[in-house]
């Protein structure tokens, strides 16, 4: 049989419900609201940031070495949170600081390189060793010359952070004391610093990006940080761009044959020298040292020239590749 409550027992049953869960309601821990944490970088979003940074530091150490001729070696040093007017604080003076615009967002971020890292890749790029010097102010001609490294960074900021979303663009550079016009000195940012190796000498390279310009591509860093790892699209291109610049040996030459000492002692102008080689036998093209393949010698216009004929296995997969890559 349904039991049916009247309005006097349902009130009473609520009353008695109240009265307990005010005595059993354990009490509640009060803390104060830090308001300096607001816009604070979480975990999650540090380690994807943590990759992105990693594999720019890995593509500018190829570049620029490339670029600088000299062996280079740039390595993530320290991922830290603080305010703008903290890291304004940090940039010594006389200092390199360039402004860069964050798209989509709008925001500013900087890039500030150490000076004396900055004067060793000028007398670099001025043909010199990379001499230590000490700081100083750069003159408007090797501020140019600096200029094409700091496109080179800017470049592969973009390349390391598109998956992010987030792209670079190079505003200008500024000087110390304007910086603080840029934004509020209480504004969370987030500072990346990369050790520079330059033939036994180091230097640092240092950005600043505004903390609420990464906050909101929370969901594009995480899931950069969720992705397996693997080489960007464009590494590929890269290295074959580079490697179009090397030059190697090359040499065409009849295969080696074993002659008797007594056909070597006899040799003098004019005389006719038979080989142990069928006059049918081709060329062999050497590059590096390594056989790519049989060949012809040919004339070309006023230069000499070879004709491949027979490529071995390992040239002719390269030279397959290839034809694909210009087809495409």
């Avoid at 609201?33 to 999650?44: A, E, H, L, P, V």
């Avoid at 590494?235 to 610049?245: K, N, P």
């Avoid at 069928?278 to 060949?295: R, Y």
């Avoid at 040919?298 to 290839?322: F, I, K, P, W, Y």
């Amino acid at each position: 049989m349904e039991k049916i409550l009247d309005q006097r027992t349902i009130d009473t049953l609520f009353a008695q419900q109240s009265e307990t869960g005010v005595r059993d309601a354990p009490e509640t821990a009060i803390a104060p609201y830090g308001f300096g944490r607001t816009g604070q970088i979480s975990n999650d979003q540090m380690r994807a940031i943590t990759l992105v940074n990693d594999q720019l530091a890995r593509n500018l150490t190829h570049t620029l070495g490339a670029w600088l001729r000299s062996q280079m070696h740039v390595m993530l040093a320290a991922n830290e949170q603080m305010t703008f007017g903290e890291m304004i604080s940090c940039v010594p003076e006389p200092s390199y600081v360039i402004v860069l615009r964050l798209e989509p967002l709008g925001g500013v971020g900087l890039m500030e390189l150490n000076l004396g890292l900055a004067l060793m890749m000028v007398d670099m790029l001025l043909g010199g060793r990379g001499s230590v010097m000490p700081a100083r102010e750069l003159t408007e001609i090797e501020d140019s010359l600096l200029l094409s490294v700091v496109e080179i960074v800017v470049r592969e900021l973009n390349s390391a952070w598109d998956a992010a979303g987030l792209q670079f663009t190079l505003e200008k550079r500024e000087s110390r004391d304007r910086l603080l016009r840029l934004m509020s000195t209480e504004e969370r940012t987030l500072c990346i610093s990369f050790d520079v190796e330059m033939d036994g000498e180091h230097g640092m390279l240092n950005l600043c990006l505004p903390a609420v310009v990464l906050n909101a591509m929370h969901r594009r860093l995480l899931s950069v940080r969720d992705r397996p790892r693997q080489r960007f699209e464009t590494a590929a291109a890269r290295v074959s761009e580079l490697m179009a610049e090397a030059s190697f040996k090359a040499v065409l030459r009849l295969p080696p044959v074993q002659l008797l000492t007594r056909e070597i002692h006899a040799l003098e102008v004019g005389t006719v020298l038979e080989l142990p080689i069928p006059h049918s036998t081709q060329a062999e093209l050497l590059v590096g040292g390594v056989k790519i393949c049989s060949a012809v010698p040919v004339g070309s216009g006023d230069h000499r020239a070879a004709l491949l004929q027979v490529v071995n296995e390992m040239a002719e997969r390269a030279l397959t590749a290839n034809s694909v890559e210009k087809a495409a």
